[in-house]
Nanobody, 116 residues
Framework: QVRVVESGGGLVQAGGSLRLSCAAF????????MGWYRQAPGKQRELVAA???????NYADSVKGRFTISRDNAKNTVYLQMNYLKPEDTAVYYC??????????WGQGTQVTVSS
């Protein structure tokens, strides 16, 4: 239902940091869960981190302790702070937005490349 726009991807050295942003525009209903997925070449899309409207978070084991998800409900925006990046984090990162009464929207994806 909503239009999802991501930003913040790019090329970074291993050990570096990036901050991804995802804003939901043209909202009609209330936004509930928001999250980040990623898909590396030759692999299935996987959940990276998710956050509920109330702030409960969920992280993939591979990123826990390095990544932090947060949101600004007033701006309908979710962020992913990525620290201590590894080459294994290289993937296209997709923003996911769940909107009541059950709509699911995806961003176009933003490329994150981590060099050795």
């Amino acid at each position: 239902q909503v239009r999802v726009v991501e930003s913040g991807g790019g090329l970074v050295q291993a050990g570096g940091s990036l901050r991804l942003s995802c804003a939901a525009f043209e909202k009609i209903f209330s936004i509930e869960d928001m999250g980040w997925y990623r898909q590396a070449p030759g692999k299935q899309r996987e959940l990276v981190a998710a956050i509920t409207r109330s702030g409960t978070t969920n992280y993939a084991d591979s990123v826990k302790g390095r990544f932090t998800i947060s949101r600004d409900n007033a701006k309908n925006t979710v962020y992913l702070q990525m620290n201590y990046l590894k080459p294994e984090d290289t993937a296209v990162y997709y923003c996911n937005v769940h909107e009541t009464p059950g709509f699911v929207s995806w961003g176009q994806g933003t490329q994150v490349t981590v060099s050795s």
